[in-house]
């Protein structure tokens, strides 16, 4: 029989990465085999989908304990398969609350693992790193500055680059953008993405709408696109419309998160994966952040970095504005827009800055990860 590989991914950017990384491993070794939690991309390369994807898709820690009793059963049985029927490998793809209890127990059970994407062990709570040990025989790192930290605990790692580097062209056509969305070629536009998980909606969409209303009132004409990820955020995301946003000049699209981006003149959006591919674009943009008041409190008090933004994380600096729970208001947030749209020189410094974030990345990413995984895999 073809050798397995067991594969778990958490949410949309997991399974963006992963699909990657088969089809990676595919080209070295075509008869693999491949099964876990996926997602459409994932099961399109030709991962077999044990439990859909969207299970898994939780953020802050009072959200996730609200999940823990139907997740729990679901690791559960997936320890109980493959310690029976153990995989040539198992990758844990982000998602680390999930994973790495799960790496722990496949690897007390002689399964080898490895983890791609690191959790942000560097940023807080530090005291994982000892559970990382633990559980994974290689670390793979998508941020130059990740690796030196796990050297430092002895933890197996190797940086592998970020695969959206290889995606996502230096040089991209608003224009054609704009075509491809059925938008005028001229006006303003700002894209927003309140985020690609229900509860990053329900805390952000309200108060994106209000900066699409303050700005509106400070720059006359100005247009608005929402990519939506599916029918249920954008029945939430069209209620809060009908609530606050009459009158406004908001397009709601299905998907096509990045080419929405790519149409924008600026970028407002929650915090995650999404800044990266921003970033990429040579999109100025503006970050945003809520979590349950008691998520965001002991998230606080264990946090070590001074940034969320991926962009800030990566230039030591704060290049973009963040606003974090009670600073992302309307107003601060369609402020932070308006000085990024009449400041030219800011935007000019911001895309050399972008591209020199690009250059440290570098190229071939998955190729690079999937060779750091054929490694641990039995000739």
Same mark, same amino acid.
């Given at each position: 029989m073809a050798p397995c590989i067991a594969i778990v991914a958490g949410e949309a950017s997991g399974d963006l990465l992963a699909s990657a990384l088969i089809r990676a491993l595919k080209v070295h070794r075509p008869n693999l085999r491949f099964e876990g939690i996926a997602g459409p991309q994932m099961i399109a390369a030709g991962c077999e989908c044990l439990y859909p994807l969207e299970r898994l898709s939780v953020m802050g820690l009072t959200e996730a304990l609200g999940r823990y009793l139907e997740l729990l059963p679901v690791r559960t049985r997936l320890k109980k398969r493959w310690l029976a029927e153990p995989p040539a490998l198992f990758i844990g793809v982000d998602?680390?609350?999930?994973?790495?209890?799960?790496?722990?127990?496949?690897?007390?059970?002689?399964?080898?693992?490895?983890?791609?994407?690191?959790?942000?062990?560097?940023?807080?709570?530090?005291?994982?790193?000892?559970?990382?040990?633990?559980?994974?025989?290689?670390?793979?790192?998508?941020?130059?500055? =990740?690796?030196?930290?796990?050297? =430092?605990?002895d933890v197996p790692v190797r940086f592998v680059g970020h695969p959206l580097t290889d995606i996502i062209p230096a040089n991209t056509d608003r224009d054609a953008a704009r075509h491809?969305?059925?938008?005028?070629?001229?006006? =303003?536009?700002?894209?927003?993405?309140?985020?690609?998980?229900?509860?990053?909606?329900?805390?952000?969409?309200?108060?994106?709408?209000?900066?699409?209303?303050?700005?509106?009132?400070?720059?006359?004409?100005?247009?608005?696109?929402?990519?939506?990820?599916?029918?249920?955020?954008?029945?939430?995301?069209?209620?809060?419309? =009908?609530?606050?946003?009459?009158?406004?000049?908001?397009?709601?699209?299905?998907?096509?998160?990045?080419?929405?981006?790519?149409?924008?003149?600026?970028?407002?959006?929650?915090?995650?994966?999404?800044?990266?591919e921003a970033m990429l674009l040579n999109r100025p943009m503006v970050v945003a952040y809520r979590l349950h008041p008691v998520s965001f409190r002991i998230m606080k008090a264990l946090f070590s970095v001074?940034?969320?933004?991926?962009?800030?994380?990566?230039?030591?600096?704060?290049?973009?504005?963040?606003?974090?729970?009670?600073?992302?208001?309307?107003?601060?947030?369609?402020?932070?827009?308006?000085?990024?749209?009449?400041?030219?020189?800011?935007?000019?410094?911001?895309?050399?800055?972008f591209s020199r974030i690009r250059t440290s990345l570098g190229n071939d990413a998955s190729a690079r990860a999937a060779d750091a995984i054929l490694e641990l895999l039995p000739s």
């Open positions: 998602a680390p609350d999930f994973n790495l209890s799960l790496e722990e127990g496949l690897r007390k059970g002689g399964i080898t693992t490895a983890h791609y994407v690191s959790p942000s062990v560097w940023a807080w709570r530090r005291y994982r790193i000892r559970k990382i040990a633990r559980a994974v025989d290689r670390m793979l790192t998508l941020f130059p500055f =990740e690796t030196n930290f796990y050297r =430092e605990h491809a969305l059925n938008l005028p070629i001229t006006g =303003e536009y700002i894209a927003l993405l309140p985020g690609s998980r229900g509860h990053e909606l329900d805390y952000l969409a309200g108060p994106m709408v209000g900066a699409a209303r303050w700005l509106t009132k400070h720059r006359p004409g100005v247009a608005f696109i929402v990519p939506m990820i599916n029918a249920d955020m954008r029945e939430r995301f069209q209620r809060v419309l =009908e609530q606050q946003g009459q009158g406004l000049d908001i397009r709601i699209i299905d998907g096509q998160s990045r080419e929405a981006m790519a149409a924008a003149d600026g970028v407002l959006l929650a915090s995650g994966t999404a800044t990266l001074r940034y969320i933004a991926l962009p800030n994380l990566l230039a030591g600096k704060q290049l973009v504005p963040e606003f974090l729970q009670s600073e992302a208001t309307p107003e601060h947030l369609g402020a932070a827009l308006l000085e990024l749209l009449e400041d030219n020189e800011k935007r000019q410094q911001l895309c050399h800055e």
